[in-house]
């Protein structure tokens, strides 16, 4: 049974009613006992443990640092593509966005990942519009080739492939592969997304299994906050990462908690998360997955991202840029605009149109909110107390094998 079938017996509207019911009796149970359930995560979710955030955000940073120590894990994002066949209402890249677009060359992209390797980073994560056109499993795999020779982290987050396309990829060097769902609401998913592949939601809910199969030996997943209630996706995604780690247990598994930020064609989100609550949605995941790596964004602005580092977060992203070519330039000479899937000239205004802070024309994804250098948000996290690690782990020790080698090698093949 995949995850799709056990989803839709998910019974959230009992676990809403719980997060919003659960007494301060109800919270203390769980924190004394330990959170086992859903239900469990559904009484940290509620008002009633929103109203002693601070004991809940001791002990999400206590258990943090008794499975992790003060280790917070940097990683970049390298745009590759910001083609898009899909029309998504809040992303920039949307297929109807007249923005100015590039898909980089294999050069390009490694070029780009040396200037990420001279500022210290040995964990990229390659990031692509879905339009098989420009970005397609061979074109990952030769831009996964060409990076595992700069770094020796590298991980994914494209668009939803079957297992067999994402095979060469792996084979190629990629360690990981993360996919967002977006949204877990069925109803919002289906009028956010109105063309494209995107709008198969179940397709979309299985990629992790699909990539699991493959043989990637990291998963991360996550929703979109701003597009249904928080608490909804919070659900959602527990019970989702659950599944995995019964499922897909091989492999380490990652949470994100994104918050929609401006982008192109300016969206304004449909439901909120405030600060207050991404504290205690981190809080409640960490004693609900005491294990699972917690990612924090460049989404976030600097002076909350530093009130945040000491919750429970062991993954984060530094000096990111959301636009191919950010960080050298690459690919600025052919920039364009796409139409129904053709290229054409691109509107000479937005070529002459360049923001100081960007080293390139092409358009970005989002606008991030914390703009501060990798080394910069290194020396704070120093001042905190913690570590940062710039590589993790050792893909030639920890690498897992594909399903068809662990059984070669008389192991149990993988559950997925």
């Known amino acids: 049974?995949?995850?799709?079938?056990?989803?839709?017996?998910?019974?959230?509207?009992?676990?809403?009613?719980?997060?919003?019911?659960?007494?301060?009796?109800?919270?203390?149970?769980?924190?004394?006992?330990?959170?086992?359930?859903?239900a469990d995560l559904a009484t940290l979710l509620s008002p009633a443990a929103a109203n002693r955030l601070e004991e809940l955000c001791r002990r999400s940073q206590a258990l943090t640092r008794q499975r992790f120590g003060r280790v917070v894990r940097l990683f970049a994002p390298l745009y590759l593509s910001n083609e898009c066949i899909n029309n998504c209402a809040y992303c920039g890249f949307s297929r109807d966005n007249p923005i100015l677009r590039?898909?980089?060359?294999?050069?390009?992209?490694?070029?780009e990942a040396r200037a990420l390797a001279s500022q210290g980073f040995r964990n990229i994560l390659l990031v692509a519009g879905e339009h098989p056109r420009f970005v397609s499993n061979g074109?990952?795999?030769?831009?996964?080739?060409?990076?595992?020779?700069?770094?020796?982290?590298?991980?994914?987050?494209?668009?939803?492939?079957?297992?067999?396309?994402?095979?060469?990829?792996?084979?190629a060097g990629a360690e990981g592969l993360v996919v967002?769902?977006?949204?877990?609401?069925?109803?919002?998913?289906?009028?956010?997304?109105?063309?494209?592949?995107?709008?198969?939601?179940?397709?979309?809910?299985?990629?992790?299994?699909?990539?699991?199969?493959?043989?990637?030996?990291?998963?991360?997943?996550?929703?979109?906050?701003?597009?249904?209630?928080?608490?909804?996706?919070?659900?959602?995604?527990?019970?989702?990462?659950?599944y995995l780690l019964r499922h897909c247990w091989k492999a380490m598994l990652t949470l994100s908690f994104p918050r929609l930020r401006p982008c192109a064609g300016e969206f304004q989100p449909?439901?909120?998360?405030?600060?207050?609550?991404?504290?205690?949605?981190?809080?409640a995941f960490r004693l609900f997955l005491p294990d699972a790596g917690l990612v924090l964004s460049t989404r976030e602005p600097a002076r909350?991202?530093?009130?945040?580092?000491g919750i429970g977060f062991t993954h984060a992203s530094a000096g990111s840029h959301t636009e191919p070519g950010g960080y050298t330039g690459a690919g600025d000479d052919r920039l364009h605009q796409t139409v129904r899937g053709r290229i054409v000239e691109a509107d000479p205004a937005a070529l002459a149109r360049r923001e100081p802070s960007k080293v390139t024309r092409a358009t970005g994804q989002f606008d991030i909110a914390d703009d501060r250098s990798p080394a910069e948000v290194a020396d704070v996290l120093r001042r905190l107390g913690y570590e940062p690690v710039w590589k993790d782990g050792d893909a030639g020790i920890t690498r897992m094998p594909s399903p068809a080698a662990a059984s070669a090698a008389g192991s149990p093949p993988s559950h997925a």
């Open 1 to 38: 049974m995949s995850f799709v079938a056990e989803f839709n017996k998910l019974p959230v509207g009992a676990l809403l009613q719980r997060a919003h019911d659960a007494s301060n009796a109800d919270v203390s149970a769980v924190l004394a006992r330990g959170a086992r359930s859903l």
């Open 102 to 111: 590039v898909t980089l060359s294999v050069p390009d992209a490694a070029r």
């Open 139 to 171: 074109y990952l795999a030769g831009c996964t080739r060409a990076l595992a020779d700069i770094v020796p982290s590298v991980s994914l987050e494209v668009g939803p492939m079957e297992t067999d396309e994402y095979r060469p990829i792996v084979e």
């Open 180 to 242: 967002y769902q977006e949204t877990y609401d069925r109803d919002v998913y289906g009028r956010m997304h109105t063309a494209g592949p995107k709008r198969n939601f179940d397709w979309r809910l299985e990629c992790p299994e699909r990539a699991y199969a493959a043989g990637f030996r990291r998963l991360g997943i996550g929703a979109l906050y701003g597009l249904s209630d928080w608490r909804l996706e919070a659900l959602s995604l527990g019970a989702h990462a659950a």
């Open 270 to 283: 449909l439901a909120h998360l405030t600060d207050r609550d991404l504290a205690q949605l981190v809080a």
């Open 304 to 309: 909350l991202r530093d009130g945040l580092f």
